[in-house]
């Protein structure tokens, strides 16, 4: 059983071009969290999705990101016309929990990002 | 608001010693207490899962400690390798979220 996936790795973008990064959870799992690591801080929660649902996005910047777990396909964070304060390891974690409850979330390498 | 702290943020220790990272937290309302080890450029990796009706999970080396009352936490490494250097992040879940702390980096020298 593969181990949640994220692609890609790595990402360099310029100034006001577009992010999309993916993330494809354990199988079994419907429930994906997202999360940024900006530099010298602490992960921090950014959205909660099911499949075709958006649970909780209380952590998400108001404007340019937007994340959606399709039924079929990995779930997508989109950045649009990053800026150089996007520049963070970005993390995408599931769980196969159901009921708004966390009992363990299973968290893929992450992708980095750098805008030049 | 739920507010992780982890002191010391970093921990330089020889080989051999034992050490205890620490982690607070301001919401004794937790779900569950979970420690992480983050390597450079690499993801995390879960250590141990303390429930909020438990006060201690071992494994191997590693120890982890919760006083909800009081909104603490240990890590207590056993006589630590070169391995182990790492930052060790602390998270609690309120609610449906985890809060994370800012991590203890831990350097052990050979």
């Known amino acids: 059983n593969a181990g949640v996936m994220q692609n890609p790795r790595h990402l360099v973008r310029r100034r006001g071009q577009e992010a999309r990064l993916r993330c494809s959870p354990m199988k079994g799992h419907s429930h994906v969290y997202w999360y940024r690591q900006l530099p010298e801080e602490g992960l921090k929660f950014m959205v909660y999705l099911q499949k075709e649902n958006i649970i909780d996005e209380s952590g998400m910047p108001k404007e340019r990101f937007s994340a959606e777990f399709p039924k079929e396909g990995p779930s997508i964070l989109r950045i649009q016309q990053v800026v150089r304060g996007d520049s963070a390891a970005y993390f995408c974690a599931s769980s196969p929990l159901s009921g708004g409850r966390i009992d363990t979330q299973y968290f893929g390498p992450g992708t980095r990002l750098t805008v030049l | 608001k739920q507010e992780v702290t982890q002191i010391p943020a970093a921990l330089s220790v020889p080989e051999g010693e034992n050490l205890v990272l620490n982690c607070s937290f301001t919401d004794s309302a937790i779900y569950n207490l979970q420690w992480f080890r983050q390597d450079p450029g690499k993801g995390l990796t879960s250590l141990l899962l303390i429930q909020s009706s438990q006060r201690e999970q071992t494994s191997g080396r590693l120890n982890a400690s919760l006083d909800k009352s009081s909104g603490r936490s240990t890590l207590y490494i056993a006589a630590s390798q070169p391995g182990d250097s790492a930052t060790y992040l602390c998270?609690?879940?309120?609610?449906?979220?985890?809060?994370f702390g800012t991590g203890t980096s831990l350097t052990v020298i050979p």
């Open positions: 998270a609690v879940i309120t609610g449906n979220q985890f809060y």
